[in-house]
Antibody, heavy 124, light 107 residues
Framework: EVQLVESGGGLVQPGGSLRLSCAAS????????MHWVRQAPGKGLVWVSR????????????RYADSVKGRFTISRDNADNTLYLQMNSLRTEDTAVYYC?????????????WGLGVLVIVSS | DIQMTQSPSSLSASVGDRVTITCRAS??????VHWYQQKPGKAPKLLIY???NLESGVPSRFSGSGSGTDFTLTISSLQPEDFATYYC?????????FGGGTKVDIK
């Protein structure tokens, strides 16, 4: 059974940092592209970032929404089946539930499995 | 960026009703549209991929159609467990974008 479990959320002050983790199980993690999607309270879904399955030194294996570019970094540890999102210079508008999601092999740009989500609150 | 405009933003319906939700893309592409269902406090769930393909385990009362700029999600006979918010999403280009959502509630 595919499982994605996020952790690392919490309350942080504006300008602070937080690192989210997503532990994957039930599938061959290293074969799949992975994404982060967020949802502000009472709002819709917003794609944040993606990382390809093939980790190279080339930054082309990652992409970001303009709203987080330069502040957030997505990474993965295929040996540990874990996806990460390092969030720096956090703003109040980054307050949201953050979901990790898997991109299927046929088209890695949509999401066939989602984690339960983790809440990040940016507030003073 | 491709904008996905969903309509209506909300609707009230009764059990057994046929429900149609539309999503219009700001530019034309093939079948790179997918539909999700989200219930309060829960993660989204994939219903339809590539415009018209039913995800495994999803009831057959859900169907999708469309190509180009106009896409539709149809629930043929609304069931109590279908009251939720529905989102479309395009995977044609990055940034990946979602529609604003359609909340389906009980009339």
């Amino acid at each position: 059974e595919v499982q994605l479990v996020e952790s690392g959320g919490g309350l942080v002050q504006p300008g602070g940092s937080l690192r989210l983790s997503c532990a994957a199980s039930g599938f061959t993690f290293s074969s799949y592209w992975m994404h982060w999607v967020r949802q502000a309270p009472g709002k819709g879904l917003v794609w944040v970032s993606r990382i390809s399955s093939d980790i190279t030194s080339d930054d082309s294996n990652t992409r970001y929404a303009d709203s987080v570019k330069g502040r957030f970094t997505i990474s993965r540890d295929n040996a540990d089946n874990t996806l990460y999102l390092q969030m720096n210079s956090l703003r109040t508008e980054d307050t949201a539930v953050y979901y990790c999601a898997r991109g299927p092999l046929s088209d890695p740009y949509y999401f066939d499995y989602w984690g339960l989500g983790v809440l990040v609150i940016v507030s003073s | 960026d491709i904008q996905m405009t969903q309509s209506p933003s909300s609707l009230s319906a009764s059990v057994g009703d046929r429900v149609t939700i539309t999503c219009r893309a700001s530019q034309s592409f093939g079948n790179y549209v997918h539909w999700y269902q989200q219930k309060p406090g829960k993660a989204p769930k994939l219903l339809i991929y590539a415009a018209s393909n039913l995800e495994s385990g999803v009831p057959s009362r859900f169907s999708g159609s469309g190509s180009g700029t106009d896409f539709t999600l149809t629930i043929s006979s609304l069931q109590p467990e279908d009251f939720a918010t529905y989102y479309c999403q395009q995977s044609y280009s990055t940034p990946l974008t979602f529609g604003g959502g359609t909340k389906v509630d009980i009339k």
